[in-house]
């Protein structure tokens, strides 16, 4: 055989090998490839929540949608969708509002999760799809209640800062206090970037009286702080009481977000898997 018929006889058969090593490949890719159910709102082999599931994370006072970015790749990771609704904090009824309209970005069944002072918040907002809440050491007020009448209904903490609007009726944190009350269990370095990232809170906000609750119609979970500093644990356990939470308590501070969000990711979890598919 002379030289050029070798090589082209070479090529041809290099070729072929490689084209029946890619139609392998491609058959083991195609057997190892799990069958999706599609059947709306039931789960996927994939995943254990029905399609379109979504957790809406709502921030609290002196904090923005980043106050959860420790909670939202967890979730994400086993297959639902996350959103961090902002609220302008200006009243009870604007930041509802504003809620409304993160909810209307969303189509399957939600989890609706507030931190503190957007306790309030989540319960005030009227939508079938929301599924449960969860409290994660949040304020909880009853039908004519406001937030200041259960954020003051027990002793505070010695360490809980001086609440004094400004000109405007806006009350802002003093930096300190999220090393102090807020934070402190957090890193220096997390809590120092809190602070900076602060948004103040409206008078109206804890002065507005609540409408009917939606934890009257909708199974809650609570996630009690017992280090909290800024909502007396004892309040906590009230309003978890009242509302018939299911209830999780754990050795943490005011914004375990920061400092365990294992703990908040799985009580989210839980009330997921327990209410989605309902």
């Known amino acids: 055989m002379d030289r050029r018929s070798f090589l082209s006889a070479f090529t041809v058969a290099s070729l072929g090998a490689a084209l029946q090593g890619a139609s392998t490949e491609s058959a083991r890719a195609q057997d190892a490839t799990p069958v999706v159910a599609r059947s709306p709102g039931q ?47 200006t009243s009870l009824t604007n930041d509802a509002t504003a809620l409304g309209w993160a909810l209307e970005r969303t189509s399957g069944p939600v989890v609706l999760v507030g931190h503190a002072y957007s306790g309030a918040v989540i319960a005030a907002v009227k939508e079938e799809r929301v599924k449960s809440l969860v409290y994660v050491t949040a304020l909880a007020p009853d039908e004519g ?38 934070a402190q269990n957090a890193s220096p370095d997390q809590a120092k970037i809190a602070a900076v990232l602060q948004r103040p809170i409206s008078v109206q906000c804890i002065q507005e009286s609540a409408p009917a609750p939606l934890w009257k119609s909708k199974p809650s979970w609570y996630l009690v702080a017992e280090e909290d500093r800024m909502i007396n644990p004892k309040t906590q356990r009230f309003m978890a009481d009242r509302m018939g939470a299911t209830v999780r308590s754990h050795s943490v501070d ?19 898997r327990k209410t989605l598919s309902q």
């Open 254 to 272: 005011h914004t375990p977000m920061y400092s365990a969000p294992a703990a908040v990711v799985d009580v989210i979890l839980e009330a997921a």
């Open 145 to 182: 209640e406001t937030v200041a009448k259960v954020f003051y209904r027990d002793t505070s903490s010695p360490e809980q800062p001086k609440m004094v609007a400004d000109s405007h009726g806006y009350v802002w944190m003093p930096d300190d206090a999220f090393s102090r009350a807020l």
């Open 43 to 89: 789960p996927t082999k994939l995943g254990e929540f029905p399609q379109n599931s979504t957790i809406i994370l709502v921030h609290a006072a002196w904090a923005d949608g980043s106050c959860w970015s420790n909670i939202i790749l967890p979730l994400e990771q086993r297959g639902l969708h996350v959103i961090c609704a902002p609220i302008p904090l």
